[in-house]
């Protein structure tokens, strides 16, 4: 059973807003952060979010500061990313993932839970 669910990925033009969700199925992770991560074609998983256990403390990765949020669910199951600004570069297939600490950590290897991810493509 995946631990995580995402949904609302989509093609969107460059300029507009998308907004992922992710959905624990069967566990609970309110003492776990927990990060979104993207793909990209042939490239590695990179952090592009991420939210301490409290949600009191968020960390983004430069090039989407300022355009992403991540906030976590108030039953603390749920994770989001509201996305605004997307450009090309924003491509890729996003994860969600729920880390073994309790503080934000920006290495994939820090996250044991994994979503199967949804994909995001930017294009005109």
């Known amino acids: 059973q995946v631990p995580l669910v995402e949904s609302g990925g989509g093609l969107v033009q460059p300029g507009g807003s998308l907004r992922l969700s992710c959905a624990a199925s069967?566990?609970?992770?309110?003492?776990?952060?927990m990060a979104w991560f993207r793909q990209a074609p042939g490239k590695e998983r990179v952090f592009v979010a991420g939210?301490?256990?409290?949600?009191?403390?968020?960390n983004y990765a430069d090039s989407v500061m300022g355009r992403f949020t991540i906030s976590r669910g108030t039953a603390e199951n749920t994770l989001t990313l509201q996305m605004h600004n997307l450009q090309p570069e924003d491509t890729g297939v996003y994860y969600c993932?729920?880390?073994?600490?309790?503080?934000?950590?920006?290495?994939?290897?820090?996250?044991?839970?994994w979503g199967q991810g949804t994909q995001v493509t930017v294009s005109s």
């Open positions: 939210i301490n256990w409290v949600g009191a403390a968020t």
């Open positions: 069967g566990s609970t992770f309110v003492n776990n952060a």
């Open positions: 993932a729920a880390s073994i600490r309790s503080s934000i950590v920006r290495s994939s290897a820090e996250y044991r839970y």
